[in-house]
């Protein structure tokens, strides 16, 4: 009776199961046609990253709601070929691709490189534009002037760009990679590193007129900048290609180019381009072939682990001068120490650091980027320690402290040997929890250059797109490295814990 | 040995001591008896400075401090801290540190304070435990005790620092009475051996039996005082014989 009852019941679930699963795997194979869908809604939706942008894609200095460059103009006449209207879609640049993939957007229209790379995640359309490298350094110095002149120097790239790529392929160099250009030219202004290698529409727009700075050598590698499109959809694929060519034919493309000083005689060679055929390799599965990855996250997963534990010391030393001097120092220092927390606390991590790293050379003090990674994990939470501190320090009764007095101690000696030791069992938790968050937290600190845990991921994922495989065993570094940490608190704890029964 | 000259306390506008004199030779154990709130304990605390007296002067021993304000400066501090090293000071709540095991508890201060050699002060300590019954103890950690052992284990503590008075500020009140005769036994061994001692309770056994002086405090006034015999047959005052009458009835 009740066995029969049970069985309809799986049933009932199993149909449902199966219609839903039928449904997920019949939606991605339905014929899709994305330029109807673009037409049907009017508007052409481009992904591109606006921040630092420049020349491709900025807000307008007169009207900052305005996106302006020669991207963003080449969007609208594109969207126009095709009877709609353009809207960019912001999006970090070195994520478009996996973006693409989600759907945000209809196309990546911001300086993608024609590479077999890209070529294996997403369709690319004729070029629009012929790019090439510059090499940028400060004007006083007069090397290094080519490629093989940048070995045994510290260069800086953009994250995830060819001049990354080009790079790590010649090897030799000490490469410092940058979220954007922007920070590069600062830290190559502030002597951090010697030179910037970077495509030559953005030297243009942010090198040439800096007087600090220079072009050094002549441009190299030309590449192509393309329109990135789903696989899938061929006919606007096809559209697009239409479009770039009438654009070109008519003189629109270089006028646009012009107008941003970023035409050259190298354009010309966009009609020599000759699509290649690209043989699609099998999906990379980064977990199949784990030794070839897992050491270069281990290097990342070093640096996690130095800059978490040397930031953690310096907020657990930091904290509890800050919490003496709150709980009882004279009047000022009580101040001091209460603004310190209120404004480490009040004020993002991301901001901190960037004053630290960015900010504080332009007053001449110039730290490098792990000192700068430390000291601004460390002093951030070294406020919250202090809180930890204070709220286990006023958690021991007021009879300690007069036992202490009527015994003759002073208020050190009282501290030292009485208060403080009970208040260390009681911060053990908070302090651990803190420890765990920093030591994922630290991630931040990549936007400074550091190529830690994360980064490192990111780096990986980028090239071989198994953000799956690469997520999975960065995961498990992360927790293989503080779960012992958690275990060791409760240990710990556990040894202290004297006046439990 | 003790002097005490017209000490007042108030705390904001309320006025819990109105000039209190109290002189005690060395020897001498003096209980403290009235109701709640009367004073008792604000005097005693006034006593080893855990209170700040607005006025008045306090002399323990060699060492003479005037109310009126918190030590300010480095020779201040000192004498308070002079006169804390004269008193040992037991406390109804215990206030045993939770941290360290019994021993450590009663070597601590030696050591911190004194400078004490370890050696020595261990010695010292273990004797102390021995007297107050709890030498296999040493080892323990205090919320591994009873309350009784804890409080034995506090009176340790305090005359390890060899004060020459005792402060007891209601040693027994937070005891059940089963384990409260274990701390009075050492408290009255301690009267016997000479140890002078002030003793805030409300055990009227022992302030009979023990007592060279009792003194009856209300409303932050000494109303009366004297001989345990004389205080507990014959009061002279109303609102002592009230007193007794509701404490020894109850």
């Not at chain 1, 830690?452 to 498990?476: N, Q, R």
Request: glycine residues 8%; neutral net charge; charged residues 20%.
């Amino acid at each position: 009776m009740s066995n029969a009852w049970r069985w309809s019941r799986v049933t009932w679930f199993t149909k449902i199961f199966f219609v839903l699963l039928l449904a997920g795997v019949a939606l991605p194979v339905l014929p899709s046609d994305q330029l109807a869908e673009i037409k049907s809604r009017g508007v052409l939706l481009w992904g591109a990253d606006a921040e630092g942008g420049a020349p491709y894609v900025y807000p307008d200095p007169d009207k900052p709601e305005r996106m302006i460059g020669f991207e963003s103009e080449l969007a609208d006449a594109i969207a126009a070929r095709l009877g709609v209207k353009a809207k960019m879609v912001q999006n970090q640049w070195d994520q478009l691709i996996p973006a693409l993939g989600g759907g945000n957007f209809d196309i990546i229209l911001n300086g993608l490189e024609i590479t077999p790379d890209v070529q294996q995640q997403v369709a690319m359309t004729e070029p629009y534009y012929v790019y090439t490298q510059q090499i940028v350094t400060r004007r006083e110095s007069g090397v290094p002037t080519t490629m093989t002149e940048l070995k045994g120097k510290a260069v800086g790239v953009q994250s995830s760009s060819v001049a990354q790529r080009l790079l790590e392929k010649m090897g030799g160099t000490d490469l410092r990679i940058y979220p954007g250009n922007v920070e590069s030219f600062r830290d190559l202004k502030a002597h951090r590193i010697d030179a910037v290698l970077l495509d030559l529409p953005i030297a243009i727009f942010y090198a040439k007129p800096d007087a600090e700075l220079q072009f050094s050598g002549a441009p190299f590698a030309p590449g192509y900048y393309a329109i990135g499109v789903p696989k899938e959809d061929t006919m606007l694929l096809a559209a697009l290609n239409q479009a770039i060519h009438d654009l070109a034919a008519d003189g629109t493309l270089e006028r646009i180019d012009r107008k941003y000083n970023v035409w050259d005689e190298r354009q010309a060679q966009l009609k020599d381009y000759i699509p290649t055929a690209v043989a699609q390799t099998k999906a990379i599965s980064t977990l199949r072939e784990w030794p070839k990855y897992l050491p270069r996250l281990l290097s990342g997963a070093v640096v996690t682990v130095k800059i978490s534990v040397l930031a953690m010391l310096l907020a657990v030393v930091v904290g509890l001068v800050i919490v003496l001097m709150r709980l009882y120092g004279i009047a000022p220092l009580r101040w001091a120490a209460a603004i310190y927390v209120e404004v480490m606390r009040g004020t993002p991590l991301l901001i901190q650091l960037f004053l630290i790293y960015y900010g504080l050379p332009q007053i001449g003090i110039r730290l490098p980027a792990s000192f700068a990674a430390i000291l601004g994990l460390g002093l951030n939470y070294a406020a919250s320690e202090s809180e930890n501190y204070r709220a286990g320090i006023q958690a021991i009764p007021k009879g300690q402290m007069e036992a202490s007095q009527a015994l003759g101690m002073s208020q050190w000696q009282c501290l030292r040997h009485v208060i403080l030791p009970q208040a260390f069992r009681l911060v053990i938790p908070p302090v651990t929890n803190d420890f765990i968050a920093m030591f994922k937290d630290s991630s931040i600190v990549s936007v400074i250059t550091m190529v830690e845990l994360t980064k490192v991921y990111g780096m990986l994922a980028m090239s071989t797109y198994d953000y799956i495989g690469l997520g999975i065993m960065t995961a498990g570094i992360y927790f293989a490295l503080s779960y012992p940490a958690s275990l060791f608190a409760q240990w710990l704890e556990r040894r202290l814990a004297h006046d439990r029964r | 040995m003790i002097v005490v000259e017209k000490l007042v306390k108030s705390y904001n506008a309320n006025r819990v001591l109105h000039g209190i004199d109290h002189a005690q030779p060395r020897g001498q154990t003096v209980v403290l008896i009235g109701p709640s709130g009367c004073g008792k304990s604000t005097f005693l605390r006034c006593l080893n400075q855990l209170e700040i007296a607005d006025s008045g002067r306090i002399t323990i021993g060699d060492v003479t401090i005037d109310g009126g304000r918190a030590p300010r400066n480095a020779t201040e501090r000192e004498r308070q801290r002079q006169l804390r090293m004269r008193s040992g000071m037991v406390f109804q709540q215990f206030n045993l540190f939770p941290h360290l095991s019994v021993l450590q508890n009663v070597i601590v201060a030696p050591i911190v304070v004194k400078g004490v050699a370890e050696a020595e002060a261990e010695a010292l300590s273990r004797g102390l435990l021995a007297k107050v019954g709890l030498e296999n103890k040493a080892d323990a950690y205090p919320g591994q005790l009873s309350g009784g052992q804890q409080q034995r284990v506090a009176i340790a503590r305090a005359l390890a620092m060899q004060p020459d008075v005792m402060l007891f500020d209601e040693p027994t009140s937070a005891l059940d009475p089963e384990l409260r005769d274990e701390v009075l036994r050492v408290m009255r061994q301690l009267a016997e051996e000479g140890m002078t001692m002030i003793v805030v309770t409300h055990e009227m056994q022992f302030a009979r039996d023990a007592a060279d002086h009792v003194l009856f405090f209300d409303g932050g006034h000494v109303a009366e005082s004297g001989p345990p015999e004389q205080i507990f047959s014959d009061p002279k005052h109303e609102r002592t014989r009230d007193f007794l009458r509701r404490v020894t009835t109850r």
